[in-house]
């Protein structure tokens, strides 16, 4: 997805990643990961980084459903954000010390905004098709 510029890659900071989680939830913060390890060919450390971001995405969505009508939803994004943030610097950090930042960061910002965009419109459409296809008696009663 990023390209190169003579030796350097264009690798996604962590700032891009937390952006993309920020929107998009584990699963756009996992692929923005993925992209890196794609460009540093590591394709099966990012295999696993997107089925993390993934059941991550879906622990959240249980918990969410399951968590009081008056807790803070912010409080949640804030936290799987934040951890995101930790992870990608603690995993990626000497792979961006090998490859200094590029000029072009903008585009990249811009890349990881789609990505969160993505995985929210992703997220969106499987939930609405599992309210269309599940029973009406599925959810629990108030």
């Known amino acids: 997805m990023a390209t190169q510029a003579g030796s350097r890659l264009l ?22 990961i ?28 249980v918990a969410g459903w399951l968590l009081p009508k008056d807790f803070s939803p912010l409080v949640i994004v804030a936290g ?7 992870v990608a610097t603690r995993i990626q950090r000497p792979s961006l010390e090998a490859h200094p930042p590029a000029a072009s960061r903008t585009q990249l910002a811009w890349r990881a905004v789609l990505v969160g965009l993505s995985s929210l419109a992703l997220i969106a459409f499987i939930l609405f098709v599992a309210f269309l296809v599940l029973p009406d008696n599925w959810l629990p009663r108030e």
């Open 11 to 32: 690798l996604f900071s962590p700032i891009h990643v937390t952006l993309a989680t920020a929107i998009g939830g584990p699963l756009a913060g996992a692929v923005v």
């Open 80 to 86: 799987y954000t934040g951890v995101v943030y930790l």
């Open 34 to 61: 993925a992209m890196n390890y794609r460009l540093l060919a590591r394709t099966g450390a990012g295999t696993i980084a997107i089925l993390l971001g993934a059941l991550a995405t879906v622990a959240l969505l």
